[in-house]
């Protein structure tokens, strides 16, 4: 190492090793571990002797920097512990267990490119080395491949009785156009109503139940301070918002779901709920161009009634712990907010090509500007082509097959810089 001076550092995954006394590695090789009841982040294992290897192409190496070694793949912490045969304990969150509360995850892309370090075994395989030796250990509970951010199908599957239980008798949602279903990558785009989550999973179950396919919906970091709303919508495969998290989406030809007004739209007053947020704002053409994905457009109506917000109350505290712009008053306020069974009317849009659109054209802010205003447009018709036939908010029918349908987007902006 002294003959190759250089001020690169390695921070390393657990290393699967009794002796290194990681709090991950500790609770494996023990009986009884606890865990932050409503949390299950995916972790990764490095073997001893990959970590050894890292450190020593470290050494050996003229490069400069901190450099990140763990093993490919990651598996939630949960299923790892059930895999060592670990009797496990919730317990709130104030305690101590910090390192046991996110992911706890890293990427060896610049190590394997700046020091030619590539590991040897998988996190999988080296959790199956670790467990090896331990009596109690179930290394044949491991599966193949987990997801990297935690989506979850058997999950999905056993609340399926309940989410069809909304879907059927709650809010009774009626669907047409899921025969516009795309293959391959694309993104999924809605209006966003209701102050809670609940749309996206409507959207998911029923996109899944009747395709097959799961929408990666993108996040926003504040949904997943509270314990169990994390677990839940990481497990129905929400990954936090970020260009780097939706290109690795595409790249893997998924179906990436995305409401442009974001929280705008959840926290919209109840006497604006048919009219849009600007779409532009949240950057969705810009994503959509650059990774090449169609647009899969819907339009809901019914959604914005489950929690209508009548009025508002302006709190600091609410905007620091909750990440919320205020505290919504809606039916049943200050009680815990019930949505209300209102019904849904479900507009499945058919996909909107790039109409070749290239990924430079996501450089220039007009073109992708008018791009997003045509998406947003083409929802708005069709939101209010069905408020129009709506005659109540809790019986009735709206869909008859006739969405509106307008000309396809010309790009009058290719020559404007952005």
């Given amino acids: 190492a002294a003959a190759h001076p250089n001020a690169a550092s390695v921070r390393l995954s657990s290393v699967a090793s009794v002796d290194e006394g990681d709090l991950f590695t500790s609770q494996l090789a023990a009986g009884t571990a606890v865990r932050i009841a409503g949390r299950n982040p995916n972790m990764q294992l490095l073997t001893l002797d990959d970590a050894a290897a890292a450190l020593v192409a470290a050494a050996e190496s003229n490069a400069v920097g901190i450099f990140n070694a763990g093993g490919p793949g990651v598996i939630p912490l949960q299923k790892a512990l059930r895999a060592a045969g670990t009797t496990q304990i919730g317990v709130p969150d104030k305690l101590s267990l910090g390192e046991l509360q996110y992911n706890w995850t890293v990427s060896n892309e610049r190590a394997q490119r700046e020091l030619g370090w590539t590991p040897k075994h998988s996190t999988l395989e080296a959790l199956a080395q670790f467990l090896s030796s331990k009596k109690g250990a179930k290394p044949g509970l491991i599966k193949e491949k987990y997801d990297?951010?935690?989506?979850?199908?058997d999950y999905i599957k056993a609340w399926g009785t309940?989410?069809?239980f909304l879907r059927k008798v709650y809010w009774r949602i009626e669907c047409e156009g899921m025969e516009h279903v795309p293959e391959g990558r694309a993104l999924f785009v809605s209006n966003h109503r209701g102050f809670m989550p609940l749309d996206a999973v409507m959207h998911l179950w029923l996109q899944f139940r009747n395709t097959g396919r799961i929408p990666r919906f993108l996040i926003t970091h504040t949904l997943l301070r509270t314990p169990f709303m994390m677990n839940f919508l990481t497990k129905l495969g929400g990954v936090v918002a970020s260009q780097e998290n939706a290109k690795r989406l595409f790249d893997q030809e998924a179906l990436v779901g995305l409401f442009p007004e974001g929280i705008r739209g959840t926290f919209?007053?109840?006497?604006?709920?048919?009219?849009?947020?600007?779409?532009?704002?949240?950057?969705?053409?810009?994503?959509?161009?650059?990774n090449q994905a169609p647009i899969w457009p819907s339009a809901v109506v019914g959604h914005a009634e489950i929690f209508p917000i009548l009025g508002r109350i302006d709190s600091s505290f609410v905007v620091k712990e909750l990440g919320w712009p205020y505290l919504p008053i809606a039916p049943l306020f200050p009680l815990a907010p019930i949505p209300l069974p209102s019904k849904w009317h479900v507009r499945m849009l058919p996909v909107v090509p790039l109409q070749g659109l290239k990924p430079a054209d996501a450089e220039n802010a007009r073109l992708m500007k008018e791009f997003g205003r045509y998406v947003q447009s083409l929802v708005q018709k069709n939101i209010d082509d069905m408020v129009a036939k709506r005659k109540h908010i809790f019986w009735g029918k709206v869909l008859d097959g006739t969405a509106v349908h307008p000309p396809p987007f010309t790009p009058r902006s290719r020559a404007a810089a952005g």
């Fill in 148 to 153: 990297d951010w935690g989506l979850d199908i």
């Fill in 162 to 164: 309940w989410f069809e």
């Fill in 268 to 290: 919209t007053p109840y006497k604006q709920t048919h009219r849009l947020r600007d779409f532009t704002k949240s950057g969705f053409a810009e994503m959509a161009v650059l």
